[in-house]
Every structure is written in structure tokens, then in C-alpha cells.
């Protein structure tokens, strides 16, 4: 019962410093404002945001699982693809995040994709702290003991 309370109250504490990473984000970006006029459906640039946030978000379930792997048992091959595609997908998670929030004209709502350009920017920077620090655990688990180099 306590491993569970303990992982309900990790899991909110997570999604209320994801909340306040992505109204950090949109302040930062100068489009924390909501729009006058909302627009409805999918648009172009929610699209794309919202591609690079599952793209972000797939970076980091791929890190998390290697970084902390003494519970998975990977082998280090596995690790090292696996903290590459991290790697790989929280840098282009990131970018597009960033392009999108640095083209849009206006807040959320407008249909220009803020909310999901702030949220791949974050899950993507994430993404990336998770898949260096795996690729480095597993450089160093496969150094010889002895060894510097």
C-alpha cells in the first residue's frame, strides 16, 4: 500500500512540475496569453506539435526505462541503442518545440500549437537528460576496473 501511495504521489508531483515547466515555457516564449478567438479541430502546426510531443514523449519512456535499468536488466548494447534513440528524439522533440513556439503568433487557442510546442520543448529537454545520463552509466559500467580511458 505504501509503494503505491508513494508512486501515486510521484506521478502527480511529476504531472504538476510538467504544468509549471510548460507555463514556464510559454511565459518565457511571450505567448502565455490566451487567444481572443479560439480556433477548433487540428491544424497544421497543432499537428506538428503534437507529433513532436509524442516524439519528445517516446524519448522519454526510451530513457527512462535504460537510465534507470538496474531494475530492467538491459543488456548494454540494449542500453546504448536505447539511450541513442532518447538522445536522438529529445533533440528533435526539443527543436521542433522550440521552432514551433519561435513561428507562433499568438497563445493558445489560436490553433498555432503553443501548449503542444511548450510540452515537446520540455518532454524533449527531459528526454535528453535521461538519455545522457544512461549513454554515460553505460560507458562507465563498461569500463575495465583500472582503466581511465
Partial sequence: MKRTLSIVLAAVGAMILFGGLVYAVLVAAHVSEPAAITVQGMTLRRLWATTAA????????????????????????????????????????????????????GGPGTGNGVVGGAAAFVLGLIAL?????????????????GRTT
Fill in 54 to 105: 509524442l516524439l519528445g514523449l517516446t524519448g522519454v519512456i526510451a530513457g527512462g526505462l535504460v537510465a534507470f535499468r538496474s531494475t530492467t536488466g538491459f543488456r548494454a548494447t540494449t542500453v546504448r541503442f536505447a539511450a541513442s534513440i532518447a538522445l536522438g528524439a529529445g533533440l528533435l522533440a526539443a527543436v521542433n518545440g522550440g521552432l514551433n513556439l519561435a513561428v507562433a503568433n
Fill in 129 to 145: 537528460a535521461l538519455g545522457g545520463r544512461a549513454l554515460a552509466h553505460s560507458r562507465r559500467a563498461t569500463l575495465e576496473p
